[in-house]
């Protein structure tokens, strides 16, 4: 069943739990807030979120969990195995146009966790919900997470300058936005065959 609209409840992780082939997404929990805190506060992940302080404590991270459920947030924790490695979410500040955003732990870095678990939400987001786009962004110091954009179908959009609390400071962002057209070809892509 595809959503209009979706609404407060639906937004929320809860009801799902999303598989790829080495990772588990799920809705994190109070029980999870050390594995985010080991995560996000490495100086090198936390400079490359927009809405994260540094230092980044087990506070923080239990205020996250709790606000998760009624923000305007999509959340799952990413684990491999039964290890926590990275976070993905899709925030719908933008009326029907969810921004995706995701973080891994430094040493998961390098491992092609993010594209899996990146491509698993867009899946979700455009399967779930009837929407047209989405959007993303990187600092674009973050040649990594660009690349993590392009590998799963974006289009760079120009660059804006945004606001990042660990830096104190703006910074250049580049963005960039999937439409439904570009996510259904790639999907479709592997079905066609070549006749010649
Ligand atoms: C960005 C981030 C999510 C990438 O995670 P990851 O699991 O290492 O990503 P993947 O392995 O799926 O893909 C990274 C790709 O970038 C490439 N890459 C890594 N460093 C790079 C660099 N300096 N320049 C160019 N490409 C680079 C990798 O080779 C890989 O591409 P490949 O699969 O074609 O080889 C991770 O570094 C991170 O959490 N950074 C801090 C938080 C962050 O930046 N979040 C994104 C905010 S928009």
């Not at 404590?57 to 999509?74: I, K, L, M, Q, W």
């Not at 047209?132 to 990187?138: I, V």
């Not at 674009?140 to 974006?154: D, M």
């Amino acid at each position: 069943m595809i959503l209009e609209c979706p609404t407060q409840t639906l937004r929320e992780t809860s009801g799902f739990v999303l598989e790829t082939r080495r990772l588990t997404l799920r809705q994190p929990g109070l029980a999870d807030i050390e594995a985010i805190a080991g995560i996000v506060s490495d100086k090198r992940v936390s400079i490359n979120l927009r809405r994260v302080p540094h230092p980044y404590s087990v506070d923080d991270a239990r205020d996250f969990v709790n606000s998760a459920a009624g923000s305007a947030e999509t959340v799952f924790l990413v684990e491999n195995g039964s290890e926590a490695v990275g976070l993905v979410g899709l925030s719908w500040e933008t009326e029907g146009v969810p921004e995706l955003g995701y973080c891994f732990g430094v040493d998961h870095w390098g491992k092609g966790f993010a594209t899996e678990a990146a491509r698993a939400a867009i899946d979700f987001a455009f399967e779930e919900f009837a929407i047209d786009r989405m959007t993303s962004g990187a600092r674009v110091l973050n040649p990594a997470s660009r690349h993590v954009l392009e590998k799963c179908g974006f289009n760079w959009t120009g660059v804006e300058l945004h606001r990042f609390l660990a830096l104190g400071s703006s910074t250049p962002v580049d963005c960039f936005k999937l439409e439904r057209s570009v996510w259904s070809s790639i999907r479709n892509w592997s079905n066609s065959t070549r006749s010649a």
